[in-house]
Structures are given as C-alpha cells and as structure tokens.
C-alpha cells in the first residue's frame, strides 16, 4: 500500500514536498516512483530511480531540473520535492511501483495546483 501526501494550492514559482509512505516490504521489493496526471491527458511517468547498482535519479524532460526525488530508507517513504512549479505542473500525484506496466491499482493520489 502506497499512501501520499503533501499536495496543495500554490502560485507560479513556488515549492512543494509530496511525501509517499509504503509498506516496508513494497519499499524493499520495488522500486518506487512518482507519477501525475492532468486533467484531460495520460499519466505521466515523472521521477524514479533507474535499476542498477548506480540507482539513477531520471526524469521526464518537462520537470528536470526542478524535481528531486528521494528516499527514506528507516521509514519506507519516498519524496518529491518540486521547485519552480508552473501552472502546467497541476495534476493528481502519484507514488507508485516502478516500471509503470507492473502497476495493478491507482491510489487517490495528492493534489497539486498551480495558479499563474
């Protein structure tokens, strides 16, 4: 079970933190990843950590550079921390297992919205 918050109303500008809580054996046996989707348009794939020894942080082009995600390991949580958000950046959020094709369920997600 994945669990997130930290969504809210912001201007054009400012920051957010998404946090995501899973349960440890989730955190343990997967890979976990951050997601979004506004209104009208398909998921997006936007943060994870790539497989491999290196764990690279990868990101969808339209929030490179502005997001960071990270992980918490003595708590099982996930966050995104988002800087510079534009209006274009409103959407539901969402942590999930990575890749996107091993996912079975859609939680409520957090949401995010951003006011020029």
């Known amino acids: 079970q994945l669990v997130e918050s930290g969504g809210g109303l912001v201007q054009a500008g400012e920051s957010l933190t998404l946090s995501c809580t899973a349960s440890?054996?989730?955190?343990?046996?997967?890979?976990i990843a951050w997601y979004r989707q506004a209104p009208g348009k398909e998921r997006e794939l936007v943060a994870y950590f790539a497989p491999g020894p290196g764990r690279e942080r990868t990101y969808a082009p339209s929030v490179k550079g502005r997001f960071t995600i990270s992980e918490h390991n003595a708590n099982f949580t996930s966050q995104l921390q988002m800087t510079d958000l534009q209006p274009e950046d409103t959407a539901v959020y969402h942590c999930?297992?990575?890749?996107?094709?091993?996912?079975?369920?859609w939680g409520q997600g957090t949401q995010v919205a951003v006011s020029s």
């Open positions: 440890k054996w989730t955190f343990n046996t997967y890979n």
């Open positions: 999930n297992i990575w890749p996107p094709e091993r996912v079975r369920h």
